[in-house]
């Protein structure tokens, strides 16, 4: 449905300058569909990596992208703190861009992936294939916010607690409780 959003994706990542997009009219609609999808997807490769997860549950499952979707919230006002703290409003704005783009193009691969798993069935490759891609996306984002923020005073510092604090930390956190939702 959003071509031009999931196209725009990789070239964001490895674009030599940071382009803002302002010009053009924000489609309301396929950012909320990406998010969906986004939401779904990650919710999707948690409940495949835990081992309790034998038989699908849909309300287990809902459970899960709703945590998922709190979690986001949460990443989303951590971000808007950091952004208060160090007055980066500047780079914010492409920032948010970016990791939107960054995330898309996760998804993307991830998706795929997860069907593949899905017809495995095999709970050590579920794991490996969310932790590659975890993994991959982190790496994407670290080079992006690197690469944008490299000439800033507090890049490094913001960089450090960013990965730390807004993407290993909640992701684990999501599949702790996550687990814990599934073993009801």
Request: proline residues 4%; contains cysteine; glycine residues 6%.
């Amino acid at each position: 449905m959003q071509p031009g959003v999931i196209l725009q994706s990789p070239t964001s990542l490895l674009a030599q300058t940071d382009r803002t997009y302002k010009d053009s009219p924000v489609n309301i609609y396929g950012q909320l569909l990406i998010s969906v999808f986004r939401i779904g997807t990650l919710a999707m490769g948690v409940y495949l990596c835990v081992p309790e997860s034998a038989a699908f549950r849909f309300g287990i499952y809902a459970a899960i992208c709703g945590l998922t979707l709190g979690m986001l919230l949460v990443k989303m006002l951590c971000n808007v703190l950091i952004d208060y703290t160090f007055s980066l409003k500047r780079f914010m704005d492409q920032t948010y861009e970016h990791y939107g783009d960054i995330s898309t193009l996760a998804t993307c691969t991830l998706y795929p992936a997860l069907l593949v798993v899905l017809r495995i069935g095999d709970l050590a490759v579920n794991r490996w294939v969310v932790l590659i891609a975890s993994g991959l996306f982190i790496l994407m984002w670290t080079f992006r916010l690197v690469r944008s923020y490299w000439t800033h005073p507090v890049a490094i510092l913001y960089i450090a607690l960013y990965i730390c604090t807004l993407e290993v930390l909640p992701l684990g956190a999501l599949f702790l409780i996550s687990s814990k939702i599934i073993s009801l």
